[in-house]
């Protein structure tokens, strides 16, 4: 089965709707005018606008998310109008654009196969197939950050009568890890108490969730992002994965159909859409959220 790397980032710009907070008073005026560039389409200079604002405000969790959320828009069109150029037999000019795309976005896949064969075309030599591509970037590719505790003991703890930010601190202290807020989370008016025996990190931390109605998501290695379980902070934060799996062997689109419904049932994988025309089936998920998750076990795409 083969993921084809054009269809999973034309799907994943598809389903990346960006959603804003309300603006606050203090707001950085980049930060403002970088939403709106996004908002306009306009990818380099929002990708600008996002840069600087990171370097005023680096700990803005939001700010954060914009960038990278910008980084992938700009680095495909940079991708496309590399295609159209290399079409009018502009090869250079398409290889400049490749270039920019790989630098935007390192891990935007179609970017760095399409830079590599341009430069085949251009030095005359055998152009990589999109199978090669693919098989050498599925070993190469790296999933979400993992959460590396300086402290890998298992915690033992009882905290009594606490706000929810100091439950989530404590553990994180205890861990050796950092814990980042979002700035609009109050979590309830009502303090909680916890009582961990022998537990990991991720344990304590998906408890902590389901009795503070939250979720938390590592935005590094010793770095986690807590903020309100509700649909509109999954919107904004949580990480998404997409992958396309090919079937051989297909005679009807009952029979695709048949086999997406078997695999629903299955997995009771909610978000799995079928692509008719190549005989697919695409499965969306989270990759790992805090506290309740999707079932769609896989790569990120």
Not at 34 to 61: C, F, M, Q, S, T
Not at 121 to 132: A, F, M, R, V
Not at 262 to 269: D, F, I, N, Q, S
Request: hydrophobic fraction near 40%.
């Amino acid at each position: 089965m083969i993921v084809r790397p054009l269809l999973v980032c034309a799907l994943a710009a598809l389903f990346a709707v960006p959603s804003f907070p309300a603006a606050h008073k203090n707001e950085d005026p980049l930060y403002t005018q970088a939403k709106a560039a996004e908002v306009r389409k306009d990818w380099d200079a929002a990708l600008e606008l996002y840069v600087k604002a990171v370097h005023n405000d680096p700990g803005n969790i939001a700010v954060q998310l914009g960038l990278r959320r910008v980084q992938f828009q700009a680095a495909q069109m940079h991708v496309d109008l590399g295609r159209k150029l290399r079409n009018d037999g502009k090869l250079q000019e398409a290889l400049d654009e490749f270039t920019r795309a790989c630098a935007i976005d390192p891990s935007l896949m179609i970017a760095e196969q399409e830079l590599r064969r341009t430069r085949s075309i251009i030095d005359g030599g055998q152009i990589e197939t999109p199978k090669e591509a693919d098989d050498r970037r599925m070993d190469a590719m790296q999933g979400p950050p993992q959460l590396r505790a300086l402290n890998q003991q298992r915690i033992k703890l009882v905290i009594s009568n606490q706000p929810p930010r100091i439950l989530f601190e404590t553990i994180a202290s205890l861990a050796g890890i950092n814990v980042v807020f979002d700035p609009e989370y109050p979590g309830p008016s009502r303090n909680s108490s916890a009582t961990f025996h022998n537990v990991t990190l991720e344990e304590a931390l998906d408890s902590l969730t389901l009795q503070t109605k939250s979720f938390w998501k590592a935005i590094g290695e010793n770095t986690i992002f807590v903020t309100m379980d509700n649909p509109a902070k999954r919107r904004d934060y949580e990480d998404m994965l997409v992958k396309t799996i090919y079937l051989q062997n297909i005679t009807s689109l009952q029979e695709l159909q048949e086999i997406a419904t078997a695999v629903r049932a299955v997995t009771e994988v909610r978000r799995l859409f079928t692509f008719n025309g190549q005989n697919a089936v695409i499965l969306r998920g989270t990759v790992r959220p805090g506290g309740a998750r999707d079932k769609a076990d896989s790569r990120p795409g």
